[in-house]
């Protein structure tokens, strides 16, 4: 199985700051990666797919990039509401999830 | 409108078998490209996928407990059904079915989740 490994596991920042997470497989997966917000006691929303398309009703502050074995997701200037665990997510195979990232205000 | 929502007991005894059911609207797992997965979340912990079944029965699962679980889908009642055997304190986990398009590589919707506890 592709393994995802997800950095940082957890980050805290300011409103308005920019915020990166950082993705890396395991293995050459091409640009078949997406990233998820997962609220607490909510299931998963996609925003980012194939690594850097914007999910339709996504606000743009989010973007994401990278192909091969390393990927980036961006919060160009954190907002409150963005509070949240990110996950990354591999399909070239069958589907493995990274570790998550919980984003905190600080 | 597109939605899914599972259903199952909330508590399994270690040994037993646990049965989940992902009752769908909106789609046809009959249409081509059309796929349903499950996805299950330890409280605190990360996303792991678990089985899919694609709209021509094709079915896929988790290496490491492909000898546990079994999906099945009744196009007809709009249901996929997740089989897990052999429960253990460990699979105590919130359980989510989601869908994918076949062409596509993500989740585009997912139930709410439905949590399960094993416990004696």
């Known amino acids: 199985d592709i393994q995802m490994t997800q950095s940082p596991s957890s980050l805290s920042a300011s409103v308005g700051d920019r915020v990166t997470i950082t993705c890396q497989a395991s293995q050459d997966i091409s640009n078949y990666l997406n990233w998820y917000q997962q609220k607490p006691g909510k299931a998963p929303k996609l925003l980012i797919y194939d690594a850097s398309n914007l999910e339709t009703g996504v606000p743009s502050r989010f973007s994401g990039s990278g192909s091969g074995t390393d990927f980036t997701f961006t919060i160009s200037s954190l907002q409150p509401e963005d509070i949240a665990t990110y996950y990354c997510?591999?399909?070239?195979?069958?589907?493995?999830f990274g570790q998550g990232t919980k984003l905190e205000i600080k | 409108q597109v939605t899914l929502r599972e259903s199952g007991p909330a508590l399994v005894k270690p040994t037993q078998t646990l049965t989940l059911t992902c009752t769908f609207s909106?789609?046809?797992?009959?249409?081509?490209?059309?796929?349903v997965s499950w996805i299950r979340q330890p409280p605190g912990k990360a996303l792991e996928w678990l089985a899919r079944i694609d709209w021509d029965d094709d079915k896929y699962y988790s290496t490491s407990l492909k000898t546990r679980l079994t999906i099945s889908k009744d196009t007809s009642k709009n249901q996929v059904v997740l089989t897990m055997t052999n429960m253990d304190p460990v699979d105590t986990a919130t359980y989510y079915c989601a869908r994918r398009n076949w062409n596509l590589g993500y989740f585009d919707y997912w139930g709410q989740g439905t949590l399960v506890t094993v416990s004696s």
């Open positions: 997510q591999q399909y070239d195979n069958l589907p493995t």
């Open positions: 909106g789609f046809s797992l009959s249409t081509s490209g059309m796929c």
